[in-house]
C-alpha cells in the first residue's frame, strides 16, 4: 500500500559516506588481521618453544632415568663388592680363628710340658728337701754329739780350773798361815 518504487524512495546512506564507513572498517578489519595474524604467528612460536621444552623436559628425564640407572648399576656393583669384601673378610676371620686355635693348642700343649717338667722339679726339690732333711738330721746328730763332747770337755775343764782355783788358794793360804 504504502508501496513506492525504489527509484523515488531516498537512499539511506550517501554513497560516499558509505565508501567512507567501507573503507575505513576494511583499514581497520585490515589492522585486525594484522594484529591477529602477529599473534597468531606469537602463538605458534609459543606452542614451537611449549613443544621444544616438552621435548627437552622429556630429554632431561629420559637423562635423568639413564642416570638412575648408571647409579642403580652401580650400587648393585657396590653390593656385589661389599659382599666380596665381606666374603673374603669371613675368610679371613675364619682363617685367623684357625690359626688361632692352633696356636692357642700349642701354647696348650706346651703349658702342659711346663706343668710336668714344674711338677718335676716339684719332685726334685721334695727329694733334695728330704736329702736336707737327713742331711740336718745327721749334722744335728753330730753336732747334738759334738755339743755333748763339748760339754763334757768343758765340764772336764771347768772341774780341772776349779780343782786348780782350790789348790792354788789353798796354797795361798797356806803362805799366807805359813804352813809352808
Known amino acids: 500500500m504504502n508501496e513506492q518504487p525504489e527509484a523515488t524512495q531516498a537512499p539511506l546512506m550517501d554513497p560516499k559516506l558509505l565508501e567512507a564507513m567501507v573503507g575505513n572498517i576494511v583499514s581497520t578489519t585490515r589492522y585486525f588481521d594484522v594484529r591477529f595474524d602477529h599473534m597468531a604467528q606469537k ?7 611449549v613443544l621444544n621444552l616438552r621435548n627437552e623436559t622429556i630429554l632431561r628425564f629420559d637423562q635423568v632415568d639413564k642416570r638412575f640407572e648408571q647409579v642403580d648399576k652401580r650400587f648393585e656393583q ?13 675368610i679371613r676371620f675364619d682363617l685367623m680363628h684357625r690359626q688361632m686355635e692352633q696356636r692357642f693348642g700349642q701354647v696348650d700343649r706346651q703349658f702342659e710340658q711346663v706343668e710336668k717338667q714344674i711338677e718335676l722339679v716339684n719332685k726334685r726339690f721334695e727329694q733334695v728337701d728330704v736329702k736336707l ?6 749334722i744335728d746328730v753330730r753336732i747334738d754329739g759334738g755339743l755333748r763332747e763339748n760339754r763334757a770337755l768343758t765340764v772336764r775343764l771347768f772341774s780341772f780350773a776349779l780343782t786348780f782355783c782350790v789348790i792354788s788358794i789353798s796354797g795361798l793360804f797356806a803362805r799366807m798361815f805359813h804352813l809352808f
Request: charged letters at 55%; hydrophobic letters at 35%; proline letters at 0%.
Open 133 to 138: 732333711d737327713r742331711l740336718l738330721e745327721r
Open 78 to 90: 657396590a653390593e656385589k663388592h661389599l659382599a666380596e669384601f665381606k666374603s673374603d673378610v669371613n
Open 43 to 49: 602463538v605458534d612460536r609459543v606452542d614451537r618453544d
